[in-house]
């Protein structure tokens, strides 16, 4: 693709570019495609974005962005993530597991077996442990960003929809502290068990942190300052922004902070507020940068037969074992079975958080994690489309969607959009 528009670069403009010019093109391809995924196949818009950016993947347009993750496309991938994980952060609230505490035992049990079941897995098919471990990881996380995105999309509410939410929340949050942890281990030799527990807490020390200055910082702001405000909204973004590059400098995971921010915020200020929507369209465009950018660099993997029957079987294992682990831990949760597996179903997609783990380790160990990202990346990508499929499967079944499941009218969708 690189080849066939070379020629227009000696007329491009240097503060401009034909990478500036191909990702906006790009860009306009994906609004249009998930807004005709959402119209005429009632489908989530981020179906059509991971579908054009995997395409585009697939021809070669992956040759612009560098891999492992780095520079500008790192920063605004994580960028994204982090404002996601934030307000997601923001809607968990501490005293929610004091009087429900078998929904953490549900969130462990689900993260655990995830983790044990596609190791076992992957070691009945062959894979070396020092590829299946960080496999499992990435495996791990499920999407809490994808979520939200199908949420909104299908205006769902209800006891499925929150507790997905959360559970995909708290799964990423323990797939941030051992990946990062993880990637810092992948090159040393093999210690006891304080040397490996000593990583996994410096990297939650130091997201901790930056943490609670973020979530100090954004409290005396809401002081003077009010929530509806796109002024605070501005502010709580170059914040999180300023939290990127300097939990990543200092050691920690910049989502984490991010997240564990939201968290924060939510417990030194328990009212509501919606910043998210008073940012508007950039937050929007940013967003959907980040679904584009994560297919097309997931789809520079090597695609054969073999890898793909790898794939296939941890896909296959990640889907049982989370339905399987949010129905041991469901007893006392005050959700019934049925529900218990539109969650399990729910927490099926996979994307921007288990593509930064696998690009820690491919920066931290580039052979190891060259082989790590062969299934990683097919996984993801995958898991993107089909993940916010099933995730919007579930949320239908379980009734908590105001949306028809059939295709939309041209005048329904019209208004649709006007209030979103």
């Known amino acids: 693709m690189n080849d066939m528009l070379s020629?227009?670069?000696?007329?491009?403009?240097?503060?401009?570019?034909?990478?500036?010019?191909?990702?906006?093109?790009?860009?306009?391809?994906?609004?249009?495609?998930?807004y005709a995924c959402q119209r005429h196949a009632a489908l989530p818009k981020v179906v059509g974005y991971s579908l054009v950016g995997g395409i585009a993947g697939?021809?070669?347009?992956?040759?612009?962005?560098?891999?492992?993750?780095?520079?500008?496309?790192?920063?605004?991938?994580?960028?994204?993530?982090?404002?996601?994980?934030?307000?997601?952060?923001?809607?968990?609230?501490?005293?929610?597991?004091?009087?429900?505490?078998?929904?953490?035992?549900?969130?462990?049990?689900?993260?655990?077996?995830t983790y044990v079941l596609v190791s076992l897995v992957l070691g009945w098919l062959?894979?070396?442990?020092?590829?299946?471990?960080?496999?499992?990881?990435?495996?791990m996380?499920?999407?809490?960003?994808?979520?939200?995105?199908?949420?909104?999309?299908?205006?769902?509410?209800?006891?499925?929809?929150?507790?997905?939410?959360?559970?995909?929340?708290?799964?990423?949050?323990?797939?941030l502290a051992l990946g990062s942890a993880k990637a810092g281990m992948l090159t040393q030799p093999k210690a006891g068990f304080v040397a490996s527990i000593m990583p996994v807490l410096?990297?939650?020390?130091?997201?901790?942190?930056?943490?609670?200055?973020?979530?100090?910082?954004?409290?005396?702001a809401l002081r003077f300052m009010s929530p509806a405000s796109e002024n605070t909204s501005i502010l709580f973004l170059t914040l999180i922004s300023a939290s990127v590059p300097v939990a990543s400098y200092l050691g920690g995971s910049a989502p984490l902070a991010a997240l564990l921010g939201g968290i924060l915020l939510k417990q030194f200020n328990p009212r509501p507020w919606a910043w998210p929507r008073q940012l508007g369209t950039a937050a929007s465009l940013l967003t959907m940068l980040m679904f584009v950018l994560v297919s097309t660099v997931a789809a520079q993997a090597d695609w054969s037969a073999p890898v793909a029957g790898v794939v296939g079987a941890v896909i296959l294992a990640r889907l049982v074992a989370k339905t399987m682990g949010v129905a041991v831990g469901n007893v006392g949760t005050g959700a019934n079975w049925r529900q218990a597996f539109w969650v399990g179903c729910a927490m099926a997609p996979m994307s921007s958080v288990a593509l930064l783990i696998a690009s820690q380790f491919v920066a931290a160990a580039p052979e190891l994690?060259?082989?790590?990202?062969?299934?990683?990346?097919?996984?993801?990508?995958?898991m993107e489309v089909l993940g916010a499929a099933l995730a919007t499967v579930a949320i239908y079944r379980s009734g908590e969607s105001s949306?028809?499941?059939?295709?939309?009218?041209?005048?329904?969708?019209?208004?649709d959009e006007r209030e979103s």
Not at 202 to 220: P, Q, T
């Open 7 to 34: 020629f227009w670069e000696p007329w491009l403009r240097p503060s401009a570019g034909l990478a500036t010019v191909q990702w906006s093109l790009l860009l306009a391809v994906a609004t249009m495609v998930g």
């Open 58 to 113: 697939l021809i070669g347009f992956g040759a612009n962005t560098a891999w492992p993750l780095q520079g500008t496309g790192l920063f605004l991938l994580e960028l994204g993530v982090a404002i996601v994980l934030f307000e997601c952060g923001g809607r968990i609230t501490l005293r929610w597991f004091r009087h429900n505490p078998m929904v953490l035992v549900q969130s462990v049990a689900e993260s655990a077996l």
């Open 126 to 139: 062959g894979v070396a442990s020092e590829v299946a471990g960080p496999l499992a990881l990435v495996a």
């Open 141 to 175: 996380a499920a999407s809490p960003l994808v979520l939200t995105r199908v949420v909104a999309d299908m205006r769902a509410a209800g006891a499925v929809t929150d507790r997905g939410l959360v559970l995909a929340t708290l799964s990423t949050l323990y797939a």
């Open 202 to 220: 410096v990297v939650l020390g130091v997201s901790v942190a930056v943490a609670l200055v973020l979530a100090v910082l954004m409290r005396l």
């Open 369 to 382: 994690g060259a082989q790590i990202a062969g299934v990683a990346l097919p996984t993801i990508l995958v």
């Open 403 to 415: 949306r028809p499941w059939k295709p939309l009218s041209r005048t329904n969708t019209a208004g």
